[in-house]
């Protein structure tokens, strides 16, 4: 069964950290693209970054570049978002994806496995 599991999200206060993960199932994740995006309430989904195959190349939103890290470990089937300096905005489902391509970064609507997130949520 071809499956995206998230991991790690949870309660954290402004400037602390968490890392989630997403573990594939199913299907070879090194022939996809992965993307990571969160969807905070009465908002659209948006696009956080994403990694290419090989891991090499990355891409991030204005928004969290500097604060945030994706990296992949093929070997594991696992992508990882570490994500430092939370702020309060920050707060939402976060989700992975998977797209069969090799352009960074697809259209969300080129990603064709999705998970079915993780809550991070940001206050004091």
């Known amino acids: 069964q071809l499956q995206l599991v998230e991991s790690g999200g949870g309660l954290v206060q402004p400037g602390g950290s968490l890392r989630l993960s997403c573990a594939a199932s199913?299907?070879?994740?090194?022939?996809?693209?992965i993307g990571w995006f969160r969807q905070a309430p009465g908002k659209e989904r948006e696009g956080v970054s994403c990694i290419s195959r090989s891991g090499r190349s990355t891409v991030y939103a204005d928004s969290v570049k500097g604060r945030f890290t994706i990296s992949r470990d093929n070997d594991k089937h696992t992508v990882y978002l570490q994500m430092n300096s939370l702020k309060p905005e920050d707060t939402a489902i976060y989700y992975c994806a998977a797209a069969p391509l090799a352009r960074l970064c697809p259209t969300r609507r080129e990603y064709v496995y999705w998970g079915q997130g993780t809550q991070v949520t940001v206050s004091s």
């Open positions: 199913g299907f070879t994740l090194d022939d996809y693209i």
